[in-house]
């Protein structure tokens, strides 16, 4: 058993690791809610997937920001990094295949890695959403944002 930040430094250190990309990880202070052993390897899976989309951009990103908060019962994971910007006709689109992933709908026949379809058919599992946006904040420039309900039996700390 583990917790969501547990799983997104280990991924981040094992995905990330002999690339030239600075990784600055940003996670809450707080005591996240532990997860069963089958939600922590979907989500293993999950951030396996997000994290290859930033490898696959092409030119490479140098840098890249992991933020992790809990918000309202609601753990949010932030993805940014200094990649190029995406096209807003392709962005919009990938945004709307990934809305329909997230409702049950098919959206890819053709072959290819789809890393963010992949992850957000396992994020619907548990009632997650994913997104993914252009910004230029801190020279950064490409956010995907993860939201993920905290899981029912899952009891949070008291402060």
Do not use: C
Request: glycine letters at 6%; charged letters at 25%; proline letters at 6%.
């Amino acid at each position: 058993m583990g917790n969501l930040n547990d799983l997104v430094q280990l991924q981040t250190d094992w995905t990330f690791k002999g690339y030239p990309i600075r990784v600055e990880l940003i996670l809450g202070h707080y005591n996240f809610p532990e997860l069963d052993d089958e939600t922590l390897t979907d989500y293993r899976r999950a951030f396996a997937q997000l994290y290859g989309e930033v490898i696959d951009a092409r030119p490479q990103p140098t840098k890249v920001r992991i933020t992790s908060k809990l918000e309202e019962d609601i753990q949010k994971v932030l993805i940014e990094h200094n990649g190029n910007q995406i096209r807003a006709d392709i962005l919009n689109t990938l945004n709307r295949n990934i809305q329909r992933t997230l409702r049950g709908e098919p959206t890819y026949t053709t072959p290819g890695r789809h890393g963010n379809i992949m992850a957000a058919k396992i994020l619907r599992k548990y009632g997650g959403t994913l997104k993914l946006s252009n910004i230029n904040q801190d020279e950064y420039y490409i956010q995907t944002l993860i939201e993920i309900p905290i899981p029912k039996t899952s009891t949070l700390p008291s402060f």
